[in-house]
């Protein structure tokens, strides 16, 4: 838990890495499939020592000016223990489940973007690079555990040599949808975070637009009521939007950092506002045009949130989506002010949803993306709450490991 190299020399951290090579033969690989916890590209040294604390096995990571850089989920999983303000210890540290007895630790951060019980991506903000606790000098400390127990770490699909500097590799796409070409008809697109663009599938053929940078959260909506979708993106280490619009980016500062983006037409008026949903609560908050904001509870802690116009009325609806069951809960205020809840299963276990108009026909339809194939499916109805008259499925962006 401290900056390793400042008390071994170099070849007594080799001799560590050789020691621990040789245990890890026997070892096997886990199920989760571990990216390293920075983004795409980036290179980092990792280190340990024999009294590394609480196991050889946890990793200490560095690089030259690291503090305050960004920290990631190594893969998708849950928040079940989120320290925003430790002095001991691990100091501020994030704890992500993965299933299967699997998850991560991330030690000694700076500060802490993500809260208790909150569904992470993988390649999502964690937290900043820190030196608090008990930490002699930045580094980031990370440890994947199997049952609580510190194990062997793996990137990528190979063990993981210490004292070595490799690129990263957690480059995930994060799939989305929207009518960016402004014929009434939803496009799939992806926000590809190694290089920070939305790549949209047009009519005419792919579309680019590069803004934000890799570790923002994507967020798209008509901006200016001109019919058409624009890009945007919330950064939640500054709890601000950044809206891109004809006449310039408008940011908005909404919410905590923890907090999941939104966005919708709340009021009908054909320009679209933003809100937040809160990590660890089932609690929206959603910004009107003075900019207030008004709560609306739906679905419970760790529920991914999605929007739609789900009865074509022109007013954007609310929604989550449950991974684990892969259900929409999708809810309607009508004309009495009578609100209405209906669940729809649609997908797989770990697919990621994703909402859009696929036929034009004024309501919002439901869809996933399955992250190890890149695949979109498509559940086209007359309404969402109604039997499907199709399933369409393609392929857009890159698969994960």
């Known amino acids: 838990m401290m900056r390793l190299s400042r008390f071994l020399p170099t070849t007594a951290l080799l001799a560590v890495g050789a020691?621990?090579?040789?245990?890890?033969?026997?070892?096997?690989?886990p199920l989760t499939a571990y990216e390293m916890p920075f983004p795409c590209g980036q290179t980092w040294t990792g280190t340990t020592r024999s009294s590394h604390s609480p196991s050889p096995w946890a990793i200490d990571w560095n690089r030259t000016d690291d503090v305050g850089d960004p920290v990631v989920a190594a893969a998708a999983g849950v928040v079940t223990t989120a320290v925003p303000n430790g002095t001991r210890g691990y100091g501020r540290y994030v704890v992500v489940d993965h299933g299967n007895g699997e998850s991560t630790l991330y030690g000694h951060l700076q500060s802490v973007n993500v809260g208790i019980g909150q569904t992470v991506d993988q390649g999502s903000l964690v937290g900043l690079l820190g030196d608090t606790g008990n930490s002699t000098g930045p580094h980031l400390h990370f440890e994947e555990r199997l049952n609580g127990k510190t194990v062997e770490p793996w990137f990528h699909g190979g063990a993981f040599a210490f004292g070595t500097t490799p690129q990263s590799q957690n480059c995930p796409d994060v799939p989305m949808a929207?009518?960016?070409?402004?014929d009434g008809i939803a496009e799939v697109a992806v926000f590809d975070r190694a290089t920070s663009t939305f790549q949209i599938s047009g009519p005419a053929g792919p579309i680019l637009?590069?803004?934000?940078v890799g570790t923002d959260s994507p967020v798209v909506g008509d901006w200016d009521g001109d019919g058409t979708v624009n890009v945007g993106v919330r950064r939640s280490s500054d709890r601000t939007f950044y809206l891109s619009t004809?006449?310039?980016?408008?940011?908005v500062v909404l919410g905590k950092r923890s907090d999941l983006p939104v966005s919708g037409d709340w009021n009908g008026d054909h320009v679209w506002d933003i809100g937040v949903r809160k990590a660890a609560s089932n609690v929206f908050r959603l910004r009107n045009p003075t900019g207030r904001t008004?709560?609306?509870r739906l679905g419970k802690a760790g529920d991914i949130p999605v929007t739609g116009d789900w009865n074509g009325d022109g007013i954007t609806d609310l929604g989550v989506y449950d991974l684990t069951k892969a259900r929409f809960s999708l809810?309607?205020?009508d004309a009495n002010g009578l609100?209405?809840?209906t669940r729809v299963t649609y997908g797989s276990p770990g697919d990621l949803p994703v909402t859009g108009d696929w036929d034009?026909?004024?309501r919002t339809d439901l869809g996933v993306w399955q992250p190890s194939t890149a695949q979109f499916f498509q559940r086209i109805a007359p309404s969402p709450a109604a039997p499907a008259t199709k399933s369409v499925s393609r392929i857009y962006g890159t698969p994960r490991r």
């Open 19 to 29: 020691v621990l090579a040789t245990a890890s033969a026997a070892a096997s690989a």
């Open 178 to 182: 929207g009518n960016f070409v402004g």
């Open 209 to 212: 637009v590069t803004f934000g």
């Open 246 to 251: 004809p006449s310039g980016v408008v940011p």
């Open 294 to 296: 008004y709560p609306v």
């Open 331 to 333: 809810r309607v205020k």
């Open 339 to 341: 609100v209405w809840i």
């Open 360 to 362: 034009g026909n004024g």
